[in-house]
């Protein structure tokens, strides 16, 4: 093997140590905590150490376990049926990313649709898509899904609708902006020029070249999807038992903050770090592909 190939087999294994070192810590430290995060959307009923359903009244509200020197049984304590608190934070956890999950991407699915029919129409058509992107920018989305699920009752069906409709107009908007931009730019008027459809134009070459902010975008929207999730179940009127999320966890444990603080202090801290995590994660990303932001 010649000196060259060892030099360039060296800089491909020091390649990544080296692109590690050159990221922020505060970002390393969100990617992390966010690929924890995606472990436990996906194994939380397997690395759960109890089910976390099941009720022991003869240990309720135990406190988190280094505090009072027990044994480890309950690492983060029980709460007011006995149930290990640990095991329920694995699956609201699970619970709340797959939803908030599932309504970013019905979300950005729906606006990015809208925003390349928006693009592609024009004329009265963009103006009755952009007319409803002002009204949904307009309307308390919050207050509209209170009373949504108020009048309709607790159906999974319907939160999921409410959830994938939270923040479409962002995508929609965007989108039509980047597609208007990008149908000037010269490698669309070649492609077109060479007889392409405009539907083989914008999937394989406008969508792949604005992919990134709206990439941006998803990032920067899913930790408002989690609060908007997190907070309808508070109220009660999102995730209900058996089942259990982070925000009907912190709901259950607003009444005992002074008796059994780690029944609504441990829910909250998960929130705020994986709200935190993402938007952290998110303006890196818009940072590193929006050339315009570089100093």
Sequence with gaps: MSTLDQDLKTAARWKPLALLARTPA?????VGFMALMLCVMCFAQVIQPHAFDH???LNRMTPPQPLDGASWAHPLGTDTLGRDLLSRLLVA?????????????????MGIALGFLAAHKGGFRDEIIMALVD?????????VALAVLAFMGNSMVIFIL???????????????????????QGYAQAVRGLGATPAWIYTRHILPNIAGPLLVQLTINFPSTILFETSLS?????IRPPMTSL????????????????????PGFTIFLTTLSMSIL????????DPSLET
């Design 93 to 109: 956890a699970q619970t709340s990313m797959l939803l908030s999950l599932l309504g970013t991407v019905l979300g950005a699915a």
């Design 26 to 30: 505060a970002v390393t430290l969100a």
């Design 234 to 238: 508070f109220l009660g009127l999102g």
């Design 55 to 57: 009720v022991d009244l």
């Design 162 to 184: 409410i959830m994938g409709l939270y923040g479409w107009e962002t995508y929609a908007r965007i989108t039509r902006g980047l597609v208007l931009s990008a149908r000037e």
């Design 282 to 289: 998110g303006d890196w990303l818009r940072a590193r592909l």
């Design 135 to 143: 009204f949904q920018a307009a309307m308390p989305w919050f207050i």
């Design 247 to 266: 925000g009907q966890m912190l709901g259950e444990g607003r009444d005992y903050l002074i008796s059994a603080w780690w029944l609504a202090v441990i």
